[in-house]
């Protein structure tokens, strides 16, 4: 399918133990013969060797492992060099691989053949991307648990029930004269409705996998000396924001992100909600309520060692607050939360996690969900087709037909989700954020 060889460092560059500089496509055994004197394919055995440049000059003293197509990465012949780490032995090595006949490979471009090769589909190849941005345990988990096919195996099900749809549909179509149709109208509609709750099973899990991929936004808010910014140091662990006994010390939002019982959080401290006629406290509190309107969570500060008063959080923000009581320490309070003494943080990290990712927090094996928008277009996309679908067959004149052709480009969505479909534009969205060597 491609007609060159690719070659790229897979490790970050700078100083390191070690480095790997991966060659892969057609030629590619014939491009590293060039570079290891008495090359020789051994699959999958490490071999040591010493690579050279083009003018027989030494490289570096390292390993090489082969890889033949189609047991490989990107499911072309593949040869792997690992050498000394830095920055002048891998990149030797690499413009040596490029003067033997090899070219630099682009970002994404060796994930990218293995999805064209059918190694793996695109929802896979977006979880290597995943795997390797994951800055929390439930990010890893489920990125892996992806690359492992679990949302791949879902879609797929849903595609052969479209298919098998489409095989009732066809009967109905060639033998329209028969009594009530070769099958009843109640199968059909029985199966495409059970078609469609099990894609709005999948598209509920969107909201938690979004959370998931980019991390639950949770919004510290209260009025001014209420405790945030201390909330705030002691949820991260470090001193991040200014605290001081001045109320209105905080005048902007400041975010970090964090992980509770291994979810990724990004935790935001604001400015102190209140009337003021301080021009740039005034501006602060226009920032918290910005943040207040896109957080996820927002955990409402209350000084119940003082008179805080009642303020209001923001319209339709009822549901996603979580009230909390601080400084305990200077009460005989048993409840809430004091940064001083530690009581009720691991609580609330708890308490967090939950209302953001629900019993999932508890299990070990994640199931799967839809953690990218393109996910969830696609899937919306098919629900929609299979509601103009069930229109045609519930209408008294229904026309099976235009449901065949709804639910043909509901299953057409589905292929465009995981691949099936050579669309190189969602192919170019999808790789262009990954890094060179993958």
Not at 286 to 301: E, M, T
Request: glycine share 10%; charged share 25%.
């Amino acid at each position: 399918m491609f007609g060159d060889a690719i070659a790229a460092l897979a490790t970050p560059p700078g100083r390191s133990a070690l480095a790997i500089v991966r060659l892969a496509g057609p030629g590619a055994f014939d491009i590293a013969a060039k570079v290891v004197q008495a090359f020789r394919v051994g699959p999958r055995v490490a071999q040591l060797a010493t690579f050279h440049d083009a003018d027989g000059r030494p490289i570096d003293r390292g390993l090489y492992t082969t890889f033949p197509a189609p047991a490989s990465y990107s499911g072309e012949d593949t040869v792997e060099f690992s050498c000394h780490g830095g920055l002048v032995a891998p990149e030797r090595l690499l413009a040596a691989l490029i003067a033997a006949g090899a070219r630099q490979a682009t970002a994404g471009e060796f994930t990218r053949r293995a999805v064209l090769n059918g190694r793996m589909d695109l929802v896979q190849a977006e979880a290597v991307g995943d795997l390797i941005d994951a800055t929390a345990p439930a990010q890893a988990r489920a990125a892996l648990a992806q690359l492992e096919g679990n949302l791949s195996r879902r879609i797929l099900e849903l595609r052969s029930s479209l298919l098998d749809l489409l095989g009732l549909l066809s009967y109905e179509i060639d033998f329209p004269d028969e009594d009530d149709g070769p099958v009843a109208p109640e199968r059909l509609q029985g199966q495409l409705d059970q078609t469609r709750a099990r894609i709005d099973a999948l598209l509920s899990t969107a909201p938690e996998g979004t959370r998931l991929r980019e991390g639950a936004l949770v919004v510290l808010a209260g009025r001014p000396n209420a405790g945030k910014s201390s909330l705030f140091n002691a949820l991260l662990g470090s001193e991040r924001a200014i605290v001081t006994e001045v109320p209105g010390t905080t005048r902007d939002a400041i975010e970090a992100h964090v992980t509770f019982l291994g979810w990724p959080v990004r935790l935001v401290d604001t400015a102190g909600i209140r009337d003021t006629s301080d021009r740039i406290e005034a501006l602060g509190v226009a920032v918290s309520r910005r943040w207040l309107d896109s957080a996820d969570l927002i955990v409402v500060c209350e000084d119940r060692g003082a008179d805080s008063g009642k303020w209001e959080v923001g319209s339709g923000a009822a549901s996603k607050r979580l009230v909390v009581s601080t400084k305990v320490d200077l009460t005989n309070r048993s409840d809430g939360v004091s940064v001083v003494t530690g009581q009720g943080l691991a609580e609330l990290r708890q308490e967090i996690a939950q209302r953001l990712f629900g019993s999932r927090v508890q299990l070990a094996d994640l199931e799967p969900m839809l953690t990218r928008t393109r996910h969830r277009v696609a899937l919306e996309r098919a629900r929609e087709e299979l509601g103009e679908a069930r229109a045609q067959l519930s209408a008294p004149m229904g026309d099976a037909v235009l449901s065949a052709h709804h639910v043909r480009q509901a299953a057409l969505a589905l292929d465009e989700l995981i691949g099936v479909v050579d669309v190189e534009e969602v192919l170019g969205r999808v790789f262009s954020e990954f890094c060179v060597g993958k």
